[in-house]
């Protein structure tokens, strides 16, 4: 299903124009389609990201606003977390491991079932569920989106000049440790 456009009047046009550049792979678009539920106007957020359980990308100003081709190339980046992350689901949880819960405020977990869990994750729903952090953010992970959005870029013959600079030059600022949207 196409995402919902979440956002104001110029957010939706960016973000349908960004979608139909995607739909011009039928790769990347598919994996778009499957794993982006939702794509949301986001600018209190210190820097886009995907919410991964709800398959909700969150998207800043400087996100959107810059070409429709680098905006469609982060969309494409960021369903490859959610992917990351629910395929991590899907292929290692038989729906045992999620479970009811409150979180709350300092930091502690109730789960009705009474069950702990090692590694806890709540979507806005209230439901937890134990998908290591390390299987959809960090170095590895985002050297994988990176790969991804390159391949697609590459694949609509964009930005091939600036990538390798710029792919080199984020992998060293090393964001994913400075917070986690
Ligand atoms: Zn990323």
Redesign the pocket.
């Known amino acids: 299903m196409t995402p919902i456009i979440d956002g104001d009047t110029a957010f939706t046009k960016k973000t349908k124009k960004a979608l139909a550049i995607i739909k011009k792979s039928p790769e990347k678009y598919g994996i778009v389609l499957r794993y982006v539920k939702a794509i949301k106007q986001s600018d209190q957020i210190e820097h886009s ?2 919410h991964c359980p709800n398959m909700t990308f969150l998207v800043k100003m400087n996100t959107y606003s810059s070409s429709k081709y680098w905006y469609a190339s982060s969309i494409v ?2 369903a ?2 959610s992917k990351l992350y629910h395929d991590y689901l899907k292929n290692n949880n038989d729906g045992d491991n999620i479970v009811q819960g409150v979180w709350f405020s300092d930091g502690s977990m109730h789960i009705y079932n009474g069950e702990t869990a090692e590694s806890i994750y709540m979507n806005s729903d209230g439901y937890v569920c134990n998908v290591p952090l390390h299987i959809y ?1 960090g170095e590895t ?2 050297s994988m ?2 790969n991804f959005q390159v391949s697609f870029l590459e694949e609509i013959s964009k930005y091939k000049w600036f990538l390798k600079w710029h792919i080199k030059s984020l992998m060293k600022s090393r964001w ?1 440790e400075k917070s986690v949207p």
């Open positions: 990201g995907m980046h960021d490859y977390h953010r992970a985002e989106c990176l994913w």
